[in-house]
């Protein structure tokens, strides 16, 4: 198996998911090498390629092939954005590992302030946003309700307005990146492995350019992800839910045997479509709700990687995707 490596071991990583960013990434690296720079230490910057359909790849390869900083991943095919992420988490060697999207909502000068309460004893820094700009109030809203219904339903309390921004110590990057399920809910992911985590607040701008790459359906399968992943309330919930069915049933049964017997009992179909309609909706919410849970299980069992690799460009080498990093230096 052939192997690929920096000539010096970077003190920090950041790690950049791509999915369609050809119209912001020239602009992100710009910002992104200048404030790593100012650091003072060695560092590399991974930009995954998530299987993007316009130019993005083609950008980070050419980042890669004449900055010796920049480690290009390209997947064999779109994996989405936590996926993506697990690569380039993969693949990094810092001591200090910042997770960043490519669209420059999180701004890549709040670095050196990160860096600096890890300094102070954090092992993880999370961006936290005071205001939300560029996003609609619908967009507003819904992400409170996902927020709020996260800390209801599962045993982790995630801080609100926190996303997958933050720095981590390669002490809890090791923890991330021994967890293999396949549906990554990485900030809850984070939140569970504990450690001593501390906010950074700041004010979220508006994307750089291009379009947001997480529509309504991909916000809700996010959703479900984040709750599936993190909890067993869900099933709690179809169990009770079933009881109560249960004894409803039971309270009809006996009023149409009262009705029967008392001779009032009359022939008509209101109550019967009722009757339906609830138990059937009862029913079709837990064996919903039963099969998330089975999905997961069955993803899980197959025993698939998380991501397969086509191509890793670095130190102006290109390696084939059966390559794995190492951590050695020169």
Request: proline share 5%; glycine share 8%; aromatic share 10%.
């Amino acid at each position: 198996m052939r192997e690929w490596k920096l000539r010096i071991v970077p003190y920090l990583s950041v790690v950049a998911p791509c999915f369609n960013e050809e119209a912001v990434l020239p602009e992100f690296y710009r910002q992104v090498a200048a404030v790593c720079r100012s650091v003072g230490e060695p560092f590399e910057i991974v930009l995954v390629n998530d299987g993007s359909s316009d130019r993005t790849w083609q950008l980070i390869r050419g980042f890669a092939e004449s900055d010796d900083h920049v480690v290009g991943i390209n997947l064999s095919r779109n994996h989405g954005h936590q996926l993506a992420l697990t690569a380039g988490l993969t693949y990094t060697r810092g001591q200090r590992v910042l997770i960043i999207d490519a669209d420059l909502q999180d701004p890549p000068g709040l670095l050196p302030d990160m860096l600096r309460k890890v300094e102070e004893g954090a092992d993880v820094v999370y961006g936290q946003r005071r205001s939300r700009g560029g996003e609609t109030t619908f967009k507003l809203v819904t992400a409170r309700l996902f927020y709020w219904l996260i800390n209801k339903l599962t045993e982790i309390k995630i801080p609100p307005d926190t996303g997958d921004f933050r720095l981590l110590t390669r002490q809890v990057l090791d923890v991330l990146l021994r967890m293999p399920e396949h549906h990554r809910f990485t900030r809850g992911m984070i939140s569970w492995a504990g450690f001593h985590q501390v906010p950074l607040l700041y004010d979220r701008d508006p994307r750089f350019a291009g379009t947001t790459k997480y529509p309504m359906k991909k916000m809700v399968r996010f959703a479900v992800d984040a709750i599936t992943g993190l909890s067993s309330k869900p099933l709690k919930f179809a169990t009770w839910m079933g009881v109560c069915g249960s004894l409803l049933g039971l309270g009809l049964l006996g009023y149409a045997l009262i009705s029967w017997s008392l001779g009032l009992a009359v022939s008509g179909w209101t109550s019967l479509i009722a009757a339906i309609a609830l138990f059937g909706s009862c029913q079709l919410i837990v064996l919903g709700i039963l099969g998330e849970y089975l999905a997961r299980m069955y993803t899980q069992i197959q025993g698939r990687p998380l991501f397969v690799v086509k191509e890793v460009v670095c130190n102006n080498k290109s390696v084939a995707s059966s390559t794995q990093p190492v951590s050695d230096s020169e």
